[in-house]
């Protein structure tokens, strides 16, 4: 029987997760301050609980480590970088200790700095942007999220393996609402407005992924082939910016990078400005859910 450990198990996305991790053969341990229906085992801890941590994990596999602030308006400056990167580091120094291989952290797309705060946006160097582009984080959600990689860097030379999936803006159901608004009124949104829990996000080009297609990145990570820290972006195969990607960063900077690889965007005109070749390829990855057709469908009905 396989241990696998959930941190924020009881969380929007945690809950993806666990379902997605728990099968026959696998013990999900469930790690949170709120209950976490469908495993195997319920710890109720903060991951600031350093001692709660190395007991939880004792003879774990791997630990999914979700738990965090979840964005920008979650908390202070201070209590997002606290829960975050001191947190992941809580996280995985309680992972070594407890023998455990492999750490899987929740980062985000925020770590390029194009997500929230517009006016600190910058234009990328290459399009699609693979993982190992420069890093410009300037909001304190982005920071902590760069800081919880940074420390995972560190950690693999102590022995671990970590692995950092960068979603971007994860679409829940609850959000679809804040979607639609912002789409039917693109210029003067200004969400939440529709009853969702946050505003439509997914920075410069509104992007976007389902959040069983991100649980299904954290089932594939945990027996990925790759060793020592390795990074991954996570995203749709479409933007729902009405403007076509490589449209929509020249309207926000003015130009384009010199380098791009126009027969993707050619062939796929708002696909992400990420690329997520390595994903697939590392792990065998691929988003199967785009809202794209789904909300301009809604469009092509009413016109």
């Known amino acids: ?141 982005a920071l902590s999220k760069l800081l919880a990689e940074e420390a995972g860097r560190a950690y693999v030379h102590r022995g671990l393996e970590v692995l950092a999936l960068r979603p971007v803006f994860v679409l829940f159901p609850s959000m679809m609402g804040e979607v639609r608004a912002r789409h039917a009124d693109p210029g003067g949104y200004r969400g939440p407005s529709a009853g969702g829990h946050v505003a439509a996000g997914g920075g410069l080009c509104w992007h976007h992924v389902d959040p069983r297609d991100v649980a299904e990145a954290f089932r594939l990570a945990i027996d990925s082939p790759c060793a020592g820290f390795q990074s991954y972006w996570l995203a749709a195969a479409s933007t729902l910016h009405p403007l076509p990607t490589l449209e929509r960063i020249a309207q926000v900077f003015g130009r384009l990078p010199d380098e791009i690889d126009q027969r993707y965007y050619d062939a796929a005109p708002y696909a992400p400005m990420f690329d997520t070749s390595r994903a697939r390829k590392h792990l065998g990855w691929r988003a199967v859910h785009d809202y794209r057709p789904i909300i301009f469908a809604t469009e092509r009905t009413h016109s």
């Open 1 to 141: 029987m396989r241990r696998i450990v959930v941190t924020g198990a009881g969380g929007l996305l945690g809950q993806y997760v666990v379902r997605a991790v728990a099968r026959p053969g696998v013990e999900v341990v469930g790690l949170d301050l709120r209950s976490a229906p469908g495993c195997a085992e319920y710890v109720e801890a903060s991951i600031l609980d350093t001692s709660a941590l190395e007991a939880a994990f004792a003879g774990a596999d791997c630990v999914l480590h979700i738990a965090a602030a979840a964005n920008i308006g979650a908390g202070s400056p201070q209590a997002i970088t606290e829960l975050n990167a001191q947190g992941s580091c809580n996280v995985l120094e309680a992972a070594l200790k407890a023998g455990v291989r492999r750490v899987v952290l929740c980062s985000s797309d925020s770590v390029m700095g194009n997500t929230v705060w517009p006016e600190h946006f910058w234009c990328p160097e290459i399009l699609p942007v693979p993982e190992d582009h420069e890093l410009r984080p300037v909001d304190p959600y």
